[in-house]
Structures are given as C-alpha cells and as structure tokens.
C-alpha cells in the first residue's frame, strides 16, 4: 500500500506529509534523521497502520518538503514544526516517535508540550553537543557529493551505514533518498544546507522534563548511542524503558525492523 501524499502549513513552510490511513484512530507522528525522509518509515508504518493512524513527516530542507533560510535549521527549527503539524492536522493523544535527529525533535516537544503527547519513542539519539560517532558521521555527510551516477551506488553508499539492512530494504532506502538529475544520475532529496547549518546543541537538561512514557530503542553496535549513554537517559527520564537490539546500528528500525517493531509494539501494549 503506498501512503497518500500531502502538504500541511507549519513552521511557516508547506511541508510535506504521507498518511497511511486510519482517521479516528490514535494517531502516530513518526519524525525522521538528519538527511533521511518520511518514506524511510514505511516499512515500520506498514506492521502498525491497522491499529494506529500513521503519519510521517518530511521535515524542512528534506524529502519532498521545501528547504529554508540557512539560519532556520535550528533545532527548535524542528521542533516548532512538529508541534505546528500536531496543531494543524487536529492530532490528540499522539505517539511521537523519532530517529536519530527526529528523536531529538520528538523529546524537545515532548518536554515543552507535555499536552501534545501521549508516548514517546526515542530511537538512537544522544543529547550530547558532540560525540565521537557523530562527529564522524556529519563530517561524512559534508565531504561527500549529493550525486550518484545510478541506484547501485546509492545502494553501496546506503549499505555502508546500514550494514545488517535486507537487499530489500536497502533498495527502497535508496529510492526514497533520491530523484533524478539533469545529469541522469540520481541527486540525494535533501538540501545541502541541511548539514551545513543544522545545530546540535547540549540538551541533556530537556529530559527529565520529558512527563510521557518512553522507550528508548537503541541499536547494539550503534557508534553514535553508546550503552553508557543510553543508561544515564534513561534514569534522567522519568518514566522510561531502555531496549537494546542486537546486530543494528544507529539506523536499527531499517536493520531490524521485525525486532524493532516488536519492540514498540511491546512498548505501546
């Protein structure tokens, strides 16, 4: 089933949506990494659409969402706009839940509009400024080209960070991720401004303001979530369960998807 497509007011930009259907039900807000897109959720959206109303989220500058000034791509950039599009498509009693940046986004708003949410899932994010694995990763993202010149190098390029990913999966990640070029290769569906300018400030003093029940998800072999981490927010977090997959790294929904899916789906009862 493909998800419808959509465009709602927020942030002060028409962002872009997909629904998986199911108006009536609790809705599920799902946010995604920094240079990911909202179809990287479909293979998740698609194991819990009969029971929830899914909806996933482009945020600015990525997927099929317009990009911004280059001083907007802030964190609270991102969460503003979460939080407009909880308001302007009527969502109550939301289950919020992010990946890697898009946790970051999800938790923030969590803790600022406790109203807004019912649940919260945390999927391999730290609150740290810097952290070895991070810094790796951006650093990576601003040395490489935002062009491929056919599917099979996204694919290898999308292998590299997702090593345990099925064929499958991978092959539907590099297709969501990109759109033709002039060139006839594939250009990546994310404005370049996005790593260029996106902040990634200390918030460890956001989560144990964050009063919703959490689960935090964290890939076994993941560099940019550490154990130790991982542990501390969980006790800053009131009300939170930690829950380690093995054989995933920090992209665990699109590595393990089975565990990770039985994971929430314990998680939200």
């Not at 009536?24 to 959720?41: E, F, K, N, V």
């Not at 907007?72 to 939301?94: F, K, N, S």
């Amino acid at each position: 089933m493909e998800p419808a497509s959509h465009y709602v007011h927020a942030g002060g930009l028409d962002l872009h949506y997909v629904d998986w259907g199911g108006e009536g039900r609790q809705p599920i807000l799902l946010l995604h990494g920094l240079q990911d897109c909202a179809r990287l959720w479909d293979f998740f959206a698609e194991t819990v659409r009969e029971r929830y109303h899914v909806i996933a989220l482009d945020h600015r500058g990525h997927g099929d969402s317009p990009p911004t000034s280059t001083d907007r791509y802030r964190l609270i950039d991102y969460v503003d706009e979460a939080r407009d599009v909880i308001t302007q498509l009527g969502l109550r009693d939301v289950i919020l839940a992010g990946h890697s940046a898009g946790s970051k986004n999800a938790w923030m708003l969590a803790a600022e509009h406790p109203e807004l949410v019912a649940k919260l899932i945390i999927t391999d994010m730290d609150p740290d400024q810097h952290n070895p694995g991070s810094v790796d990763m951006i650093t990576r993202y601003k040395s490489e080209s935002d062009d491929y010149p056919d599917l099979g190098a996204v694919i290898e390029r999308i292998r590299s960070r997702q090593p345990e990913s099925s064929d499958d999966v991978l092959r539907h990640t590099a297709e969501q991720l990109t759109r033709p070029n002039e060139a006839g290769g594939l250009t990546w569906k994310r404005h370049r401004d996005v790593v260029l300018h996106y902040d990634r400030p200390d918030v460890w003093a956001t989560l144990p303001e964050v009063r919703v029940p959490t689960l935090i998800v964290r890939g076994g072999d993941s560099t940019l979530l550490n154990g130790p981490v991982a542990q501390r927010m969980q006790k800053e977090i009131p009300d939170c369960k930690l829950v380690e997959i093995p054989n995933a790294a920090h992209w665990v929904h699109l590595e393990q998807p089975d565990a990770y899916t039985a994971t929430v789906a314990d998680f939200l009862g």
